[in-house]
């Protein structure tokens, strides 16, 4: 299998990767506090360098323009490259309103020269464009430091007064948030804080048209699980903020959130992660996935048992629900691999590991046990996927593997609605027998559980949790490793 370089998505506290960073950019002091969202380019010359550095080493078909042809076909004349460039909306989009009213701020080497060059007449108020945009509408005021404001709007532009926003927009991006901004090519900003409502106005919108979208995809859909975590977010939080960074070993998007002092979230994510050295529990194989996550903190057992219930579709009232919980409080991490599988029709989680970290590995692996056992004859109606029936058998001690002595089980899931041609869907992600049919072994340490009789699979998973050859030692998601923040909570790679 060709190996390619591994794409990553990580929740971590604290710092973010580190590179030649740039301080954020000072202009926002124009930029009002409670505008809905910020976009900036620190600087369109390192923009552009880190982006030619990427085509080169992808070898993009279509060479990048220079950084004079850019500006002069955006009809930018006389912007300096060199300095940053914010953009910036006072409302958020609405698909069935008008435009938000916004502004644009560029560094230009003069302000009277750039006002001319669009047909208008240089003052010391505020100027027509009546040669810029699709309606010649455009407004231009001039601000200090080499600035010019740019609007459609004039009571946007009259907003714009002295500075002194900068420091409330440091403290709207977070700790975290400030590192994005500071070391990424360009960031932009969600002001959660201020536009509580307007946001979950937005959210509402997104969740209505999944749960149509999956309505129609066959099935009903319950999404209410989901409306109550991203209501939770928006509620507990001040910012939310993207940023992406460019370079010769590739493309980093990074996300981080802002969390109110105080509420739940923001006490669940201060807390230091361990997920860099749980990923080294995983056996060194091709993956379509990789990840491991750190539930060591009250507050982060809470939230996986949130995620556990939401992806799962049981709900929280009945007895299989209260065993994945036991399984939860009795681990403190864990780490999971989707391995390579040549044919997906021999079922795509063939190659799956999991491996959880506990105090008490014979504890976790009876829980484990005790739900397996459980699902046995279990039966649950999904919203989106119909009926399902469970029937399962476990067998303790059935093998020999690397010398522990492993236990195995088996699930087949049933579902009413098989789908077309009668298959069943189980048979797509674990194979002919409908489910996983694997080995639980219990080391010290923690438990390693696969979804196949894969011995070969198992003895390496063993080898790796006890420290031999793992998927730290993969060359290329060491690469992508090193650009991540510390104390990772969760982190994931896509091979």
């Given at each position: 299998m060709k190996r390619v370089m591994p794409?990553?998505?990580?929740?971590?506290?604290?710092?973010?990767?580190?590179?030649?960073?740039?301080?954020?950019?000072?202009?926002?002091?124009?930029?009002?506090?409670?505008?809905?969202?910020?976009?900036a380019l620190p600087s369109g010359t390192s923009v552009h360098r880190d982006i030619s550095e990427l085509a080169t080493a992808i070898q993009a078909p279509i060479p990048i323009p220079g950084i004079e042809d850019l500006l002069a076909n955006a009809e930018l004349p006389g912007v300096d490259a060199d300095r940053a460039v914010v953009l910036y909306m006072t409302s958020f989009p609405d698909p069935n309103g008008p435009e938000p009213d916004g502004a644009i701020l560029l560094p230009v080497d003069s302000y009277d020269d750039f006002v001319k060059a669009f047909g208008g007449t240089p003052t010391n108020g505020?100027?027509?464009?009546?040669?810029?945009?699709w309606a010649g509408d455009e407004m231009a005021k001039k601000l200090p430091n080499g600035y010019v404001a740019i609007s459609d709007v004039r009571e946007v532009l009259e907003s714009i007064g002295s500075d002194g926003n900068l420091d409330a927009h440091k403290a709207l991006l977070g700790p975290a948030g400030r590192k994005l901004a500071e070391d990424g090519d360009g960031f932009i900003v969600v002001n959660i804080g201020d536009n509580r409502e307007a946001v979950g106005q937005v959210i509402d919108g997104f969740m209505e048209q999944a749960d149509m979208m999956m309505m129609m995809a066959g099935?009903?859909?319950d999404m209410a699980g989901a409306a109550e975590m991203m209501t939770q977010l928006v509620d507990q939080s001040e910012s939310l903020i993207l940023s992406m960074d460019a370079s010769n070993l590739g493309l980093s998007l990074?996300?981080?959130?802002?969390?109110?002092?105080?509420?739940?979230?923001d006490a669940t994510f201060k807390a230091a992660g361990r997920a860099s050295s749980l990923i080294g529990k995983l056996p060194n194989q091709p993956f379509f996935f990789a990840g491991a996550f750190d539930t060591d903190s009250a507050p982060m057992k809470e939230m996986f048992k949130q995620m556990n219930m939401l992806s799962s579709g049981l709900g929280e009232d009945n007895e299989l629900a209260d065993q994945a919980n036991a399984q939860a409080d009795a681990m403190n991490g864990g780490a999971m691999m989707v391995g390579f599988v040549p044919g997906i029709m021999s079922g795509i989680f063939q190659k799956t590991v999991l491996y959880f970290e506990s105090e008490d590995p014979t504890s976790f692996a009876g829980t484990t046990k005790a739900f397996i056992n459980k699902a046995n004859g279990f039966e649950h109606n999904d919203p989106s996927m119909g009926a399902m029936s469970f029937s399962t058998k476990y067998t303790d001690d059935a093998e020999q593997v690397g010398g522990v002595s492993v236990d195995q089980y088996e699930m087949t899931i049933r579902m009413q609605n098989a789908g077309g041609m009668g298959m069943n869907p189980m048979m797509l992600m674990f194979g002919p027998y409908g489910g996983p049919r694997g080995y639980v072994a219990t080391l010290d340490g923690g438990v390693i559980?696969?979804?196949s009789r894969d011995k070969a699979l198992l003895g390496s998973a063993i080898d790796a949790a006890n420290g031999g050859e793992s998927l730290s030692n993969d060359a290329m998601l060491r690469q992508v490793a090193s650009k991540l923040p510390e104390n990772r909570l969760f982190e994931g790679y896509i091979g």
């Open positions: 794409t990553c998505l990580v929740v971590a506290a604290g710092t973010v990767f580190a590179s030649s960073a740039v301080a954020v950019p000072p202009v926002l002091d124009f930029v009002p506090e409670d505008a809905t969202l910020i976009a505020i100027d027509a464009l009546p040669d810029r945009g099935g009903g859909a990074d996300l981080a959130m802002n969390f109110t002092e105080g509420s739940e979230y559980q696969t979804f």
